[in-house]
C-alpha cells in the first residue's frame, strides 16, 4: 500500500510538472479590452548585447536617470572622492571598496536616499576595510549617485564595466608643486624619500592619473612603465604588501603570519608555510598586534583635502 502510495505521488507530480511547462509555453493572450503590457523606456532594446549594456536589467533598477550637467558634476565628485577605493570603473580600486555595480544597496537606491547615509556616517563592514565618513553635502552625494547609475545602466554582465571605449583619462595636473613639496615634507619625508623608493616616481606611471591613485593609496596602483599604453582596468602591476598579525596565547606563545580575518570572536592568520590558524578572541585574550603597511596612508585619507591631494600629485610628476 505505501509503495503504492508513492507512485501514485510520483505520478501527479509529473503531470503537474508537464502541465505547467506546456501553459508556460503557451502564449497568453489578454482579455479583449485590456491595456497592452507597458514599455518601460529603461530596459535594454531587443536583440542588445549583454544584459545591463544598454538599460538597467533588474527590478529595483528600474529609474530614471538624471540629466547629463548632473551625471557630469556626479563624475567629477566621484573621481576626487571615490575613485580611489571604488575605482575608476566601480568595480572596487586600490583601498579596497567594494564593487559598486553589484552592491545590494546601490542597486536599491533611486536617488541617493541610500547612498548618503552610508558616506554621511561611514561604515564598517565585517571582513572588509572600514569607510570612514566624508563630509559631503546631500546634493553632491546625490549627483555621485546619479553618475554610478550613469555607470549601471551601461554596464555590461553580471556587473561588468561599460565598455573601455568610455573611460575618460582627466587632467589632474593642476595643483602647486611647492606647496606639494612642503606637504610632503611635512607629512610623507618620515617614511618615505625622492632620493630612495620614490626616486623617479613621476616616470613609473602612465599617467598623473595613476600616480595619484598610487601615492593616495600607499601601494603600486594601477600604474605601469614610462610610455606604457594607459589601460585602467589592468590590474596593479605589483601586489600591496599584506598586512600582518601576531596573536599572543595566554601561554605566551607567539604565532605570526598574514592577517585572513577578524572579528570580534575569531581572527584567522595564514602563516609563513601557508597554514591557517585560527583562534577564539575572548575580550584581549589572546592579544592581538596588527601591523598594516598602509596605516598611515589611511590616517591621512581621511584628513587631505582636494588641494593637498592635487599639490601633492603636482609635485611627484616633476619627480623624473
Not at 542588445?48 to 533588474?58: D, E, M, N, S, V
Not at 546601490?106 to 541617493?112: A, F, H, M, R, S
Not at 553580471?158 to 612642503?182: C, H, M, S, Y
Not at 599604453?229 to 607567539?254: M, N, R
Request: some cysteine.
Amino acid at each position: 500500500m505505501r509503495r503504492d502510495a508513492i507512485l501514485a505521488t510520483a505520478a501527479v507530480l509529473c503531470l503537474s510538472a508537464l502541465y505547467s511547462g506546456a501553459a508556460a509555453q503557451t502564449p497568453q493572450t489578454p482579455p479583449p479590452g485590456s491595456p497592452s503590457p507597458r514599455t518601460n523606456p529603461a530596459q535594454p532594446p531587443a536583440g542588445g548585447a549583454g544584459r545591463g549594456r544598454a538599460g538597467q536589467g533588474f527590478p529595483a533598477q528600474q529609474r530614471a536617470l538624471a540629466d547629463a550637467a548632473t551625471i557630469e558634476r556626479g563624475g567629477t565628485l566621484y573621481g576626487i572622492n571615490c575613485r580611489l577605493c571604488h575605482g575608476p570603473d566601480l568595480r572596487g580600486g586600490d583601498l579596497g571598496g567594494v564593487n559598486l555595480l553589484r552592491s545590494q544597496l546601490v542597486l536599491n537606491d533611486q536617488e541617493g536616499e541610500l547612498i548618503y547615509p552610508v558616506v554621511k556616517n561611514g561604515r564598517a563592514p565585517q571582513g572588509a576595510p572600514p569607510m570612514p565618513a566624508l563630509p559631503l553635502p546631500e546634493g553632491d552625494v546625490k549627483a555621485i549617485a546619479a553618475y554610478i547609475h550613469s555607470v549601471a545602466a551601461r554596464m555590461a554582465g553580471q556587473g561588468g564595466p561599460p565598455p573601455r571605449d568610455e573611460a575618460v583619462e582627466l587632467n589632474i595636473v593642476v595643483g602647486n608643486a611647492a606647496a606639494g613639496e612642503k606637504y610632503f615634507a611635512q607629512n610623507c619625508a618620515a617614511c618615505h624619500s625622492v632620493t630612495g623608493d620614490l626616486k623617479g616616481v613621476g616616470s613609473r606611471y602612465a599617467s598623473p592619473m595613476l600616480l595619484q591613485n598610487a601615492w593616495v593609496a600607499g601601494g603600486g596602483g594601477r600604474g605601469g612603465r614610462r610610455g606604457a599604453p594607459l589601460d585602467p582596468y589592468a590590474p596593479p602591476p605589483t601586489a600591496a604588501k599584506p598586512v600582518t598579525v601576531a596573536v599572543t596565547t595566554a601561554d605566551g606563545q607567539t604565532i605570526e603570519g598574514r592577517l585572513e580575518r577578524i572579528d570580534d570572536f575569531l581572527v584567522t592568520l595564514i602563516t609563513a608555510d601557508g597554514t591557517p590558524r585560527t583562534f577564539r578572541r575572548n575580550g584581549n585574550v589572546p592579544a592581538v598586534q596588527i601591523t598594516d603597511p598602509l596605516e598611515g596612508h589611511k590616517k591621512l585619507l581621511v584628513k587631505y583635502t582636494d588641494k593637498d591631494i592635487h599639490d601633492v600629485t603636482a609635485y611627484l610628476v616633476t619627480l623624473k
